[in-house]
T-cell receptor
Framework: DTAVSQTPKYLVTQMGNDKSIKCEQN?????MYWYKQDSKKFLKIMFS???????INETVPNRFSPKSPDKAHLNLHINSLELGDSAVYFC????????????FGSGTRLTVV | AQSVTQLDSQVPVFEEAPVELRCNYS??????LFWYVQYPNQGLQLLLK??????LVKGINGFEAEFNKSQTSFHLRKPSVHISDTAEYFC?????????????FGKGTHLIIQP
């Protein structure tokens, strides 16, 4: 029974397209996140949502928009995809406060061609 | 704000030898510390975490780490490594004051186990 699940696992798309990545957690956690892992494997937080409220929005292009229909879901929508958006995107969740640690999904490898 | 420095981008070790992966952090507030492992083409798996209490933390797969506040370090150790330990290891930090500030990661250390 997967704790944090992301779909799709792989996504290949052309420049200029709009795409979404879905994330669901069944842990009852209050906070969800999106992280980006670049080609050098560096991980950086993009967004976090706490009870459907955006808490952090790092310096991410506004082509990226998180959408949370409820506490268990945090989807990532990307408009006008660019080559530089190619990366692995990880969804994660944590209880609030975060002492329980963070649980990560298995990642979505996005390739923009 | 926090930052994490993993001093070695790559560590080659012979099988059954001990290993230490170094991690230093910087923060103006109290922190929680984590080590994650990422096997090739897989997600992130939590190895261990320090929240409070004993500074020596034991994790999965025989790994342990020691929190040293004065040296702002959280080095990861294993007394005897196996081929299956070949992976990327990430040290991470978050503020301990609550809220949703997420994790700040180091750049990772690639552990290479040589037969």
């Amino acid at each position: 029974d997967t704790a944090v699940s992301q779909t799709p696992k792989y996504l290949v798309t052309q420049m200029g397209n709009d795409k979404s990545i879905k994330c669901e957690q069944n842990l009852g956690h209050d906070t969800m996140y999106w992280y980006k892992q670049d080609s050098k494997k560096f991980l950086k937080i993009m967004f976090s949502y706490n009870n459907k409220e955006l808490i952090i929005n790092e310096t991410v292009p506004n082509r990226f928009s998180p959408k949370s229909p409820d506490k268990a879901h945090l989807n990532l929508h990307i408009n006008s995809l660019e080559l530089g958006d190619s990366a692995v995107y990880f969804c994660a969740s944590s209880p609030n406060p975060q002492g329980g640690g963070y649980t990560f999904g298995s990642g979505t490898r996005l390739t923009v061609v | 704000a926090q930052s994490v420095t993993q001093l070695d981008s790559q560590v080659p070790v012979f099988e059954e030898a001990p290993v230490e992966l170094r991690c230093n952090y910087s923060s103006s507030v109290s922190v929680y510390l984590f080590w994650y492992v990422q096997y090739p083409n897989q997600g992130l798996q939590l190895l261990l975490k320090y929240l409070s209490g004993s500074t020596l933390v034991k994790g999965i797969n025989g790994f342990e780490a020691e929190f040293n506040k004065s040296q702002t370090s959280f080095h990861l150790r294993k007394p005897s490594v196996h081929i299956s330990d070949t992976a990327e290891y990430f040290c991470a930090v978050s503020g301990s004051g609550g809220g949703a500030d997420g994790l700040t990661f180091g750049k990772g250390t690639h552990l290479i186990i040589q037969p």
